[in-house]
């Protein structure tokens, strides 16, 4: 079992929807971030969480340190949304440099 | 400045080639990292270097050589490699290695050895 999971794996969605992906983890950590990965490949960091709630434009992340559970919302989806999510985890206790990925979450948004 | 550069966007080397990927922020970050990324798969680590040291590598085979000469740039040399070591290649930066700093990547060089 992976340590981080991410769900759904795929997601379909029309424009305008509102979106949530998850993120579970198993370990103790110091942060989570979200990241976005557009096909072709550079990665942009979202977020960086480690208690509460963070808004940017029409994305907001969310986290429940007790849960051990995160979630990423997209409000008006465009299909410019359209990429891999990614959630990855700082573990508590290991090497403060490593980051534990998530399989990612790939979102298509259709007009 | 807010950027990771990586050049080039795309090789293709043959498995006698020597070639180098090559990776640039003037952000001042001291932690600069390596990773590799297989279709459909997330990143995974290979190097790490804090304040221009290695100070992880996650068991990298030799043929990959990775350089920091200084606190801006990274390289990864590349020699004999196999076609399995096809794969993106993201380079990243944060402030420092330690707890809560963010990373910000560059947009990958796409590896193809023939």
């Known amino acids: 079992k992976n340590e981080v999971e991410q769900s759904p794996q795929n997601l379909t969605a029309q424009e305008g929807e509102f979106i949530t992906i998850n993120c579970s983890y198993s370990?103790?950590?110091?942060?989570l971030h979200w990241l976005q990965q557009h096909p072709g490949g550079g990665i942009v960091s979202l977020f960086m969480?480690?208690?509460g709630k963070k808004k940017h434009g029409r994305l907001i992340a969310t986290i429940n340190i007790q849960e051990k559970h995160s979630s990423l919302h997209i409000t008006a989806s465009h299909p410019r949304d359209s990429a891999v999510y990614i959630c990855?985890?700082?573990?508590?206790?290991?090497?403060?440099?490593?980051?534990?990925f998530g399989t990612g979450t790939r979102l298509q948004v259709t007009l | 400045d807010t950027e990771v550069t990586q050049t080039p966007k795309h090789l293709v080397m043959g498995m006698t080639n020597k070639k180098s990927l090559k990776c640039e922020q003037h952000?001042?970050?001291?932690?600069m990292y390596w990773y590799k990324q297989k279709a459909k798969k997330p990143p995974e680590l290979m190097f790490v270097y804090s304040y221009e040291k290695l100070s992880i590598n996650e068991s990298v085979p030799s043929r990959f050589s990775p350089e920091c000469p200084n606190s801006s740039l990274l390289n990864l040399h590349l020699h004999a490699l196999q076609p399995e070591d096809s794969a993106l290649y993201l380079c990243a930066s944060s402030l420092s290695g330690g707890l809560n700093t963010e990373a910000f990547f560059g947009q990958g060089t796409r590896l193809t050895v023939v």
């Open positions: 990855a985890v700082r573990q508590l206790g290991g090497t403060a440099s490593k980051l534990t």
């Open positions: 952000m001042g970050h001291r932690a």
């Open positions: 370990v103790g950590i110091s942060a």
């Open positions: 969480l480690s208690s």
